[in-house]
């Protein structure tokens, strides 16, 4: 198991990690599954239809509700979900990050309350992968704190310091847990966390830090906060480079098409981003052209797919003007379709990628990319 390097075409890469339940080829796309579910009605199965690869379900949410103690019961969480590929459960670090007004940090872990039912909550390092151990998923992330933006050089670097603390201990009980006998997945990998708000000389000390852990991979996270664009592609830059070339590199939360392009052109593997579902149930879809918004007037009577040629079950049988009635009837479908029709796009986009960068034109494929794509709404 492990990282398997392809073709670089300048810091754009092209891997294969192997992983316990299956090869990812990277880069990669992570379709979210927060509570064990795409929302939008789509199910493992369309996932597998719509080109995914890995999903990511959440430990804070599946700790809360149902419990994992349930789904460990169930058979950890990919058995659960029907969901017969790798799965990475992110470490519940972020969630504490946007409940700032409900927790406390301190150095043995955080307390906050359930977003559910008030419920007083603990959560520290070693309860953070005990819960990811119950829920049997292929990655485990280690917990962190995803730090503010903005904030102050010394409060990021305290909390860098806690964030590495926090990791040694992730290691010593992963390390436990997958030598336990009745541990479901006792192959489960850990992947570390990089933090440093948009101090890139603090970032670069942390990436030197963890790499030390020699883990299976490693991910950067506390971007996509607030920062600007060009902010977190300067991180990257000066990032990237300090963390292991063989092992695969995720920016968690990221993001537009815009974004993975860039991204993946200064090295980054991974992406997970709730976008392409969320916009999808608010009728915004994803082209090669740029965004649509199917509750236009002007779509009322188009009868062109979404995208005309694309292979997904939305754009194989229904006109944009079909799905706008649905939307505008309150249909549950409507959701259904953008969504799976987002996901496709998201997951090609990824399958393109890898593709420009084994045939050595990555740099062309973004650049032709980025010049029919927009951010604007048509």
């Known amino acids: 198991m492990g990282y398997e390097h392809i073709r670089s075409d300048g810091r754009a890469k092209r891997g294969d990690f192997h992983t316990p339940h299956g090869v990812i080829k990277l880069p990669a796309f992570m379709n979210v599954a927060t509570a064990a579910a795409i929302k939008g009605a789509v199910s493992s199965e369309d996932l597998v239809k719509v080109g995914c690869q890995v999903a990511l379900s959440n430990t804070y949410h599946l700790h809360v509700r149902p419990s994992d103690t349930l789904v460990r019961d169930m058979g950890g969480v990919r058995a659960f979900m029907g969901w017969d590929a790798p799965l990475l459960t992110d470490s519940g670090g972020f969630q504490v990050f946007s409940l700032a007004d409900l927790r406390k940090i301190k150095e043995e872990g955080v307390y906050f309350s359930s977003h559910v039912d008030g419920k007083k909550i603990f959560m520290g390092p070693e309860e953070s992968i005990a819960i990811q151990s119950n829920l049997a998923s292929t990655i485990a992330m280690a917990f962190d704190e995803c730090t503010p933006y903005p904030a102050s050089r010394e409060y990021v670097a305290d909390s860098v310091s806690r964030t590495t603390r926090w990791l040694a201990r992730c290691v010593r009980k992963m390390n436990e847990l997958n030598g336990t006998e009745n541990t479901l997945n006792r192959e489960q990998m850990l992947f570390g966390i990089n933090q440093g708000g948009v101090y890139p000389d603090i970032r670069i000390e942390h990436a030197k830090t963890i790499s030390e852990f020699d883990l299976p991979g490693y991910s950067i996270g506390g971007l996509a906060v607030g920062e600007t664009n060009a902010e977190m592609y300067e991180i990257l830059e000066k990032t990237v ?46 082209t090669n052209f740029g965004k649509l918004n199917l509750l ?33 009837a309150k249909e549950m479908l409507a959701m259904r379709l953008c969504v799976l029709h987002n996901l496709y796009f998201f997951n090609h986009l990824m399958e393109e990628i890898r593709d420009s960068i084994e045939a050595g034109d990555f740099g062309a494929y973004k650049k032709n990319k980025l010049a029919r794509m927009t951010e604007s709404m048509l």
């Open 241 to 286: 480079p300090y963390l292991p070339a063989n092992k695969p590199t995720y920016l968690m939360g990221v993001g537009t098409p815009q974004n993975i392009l860039e991204s993946v052109e200064r090295g980054i593997d991974l992406f997970d981003c709730v976008l392409p579902a969320r916009n999808g149930r608010h009728a915004h879809v994803y």
């Open 296 to 328: 236009n007037q002007k779509h009322e009577r188009d009868g062109d797919p979404i995208e005309p040629g694309c292979p997904c079950p939305a754009c194989e049988r229904h006109s944009r003007a079909y799905i706008r009635h649905l939307f505008k």
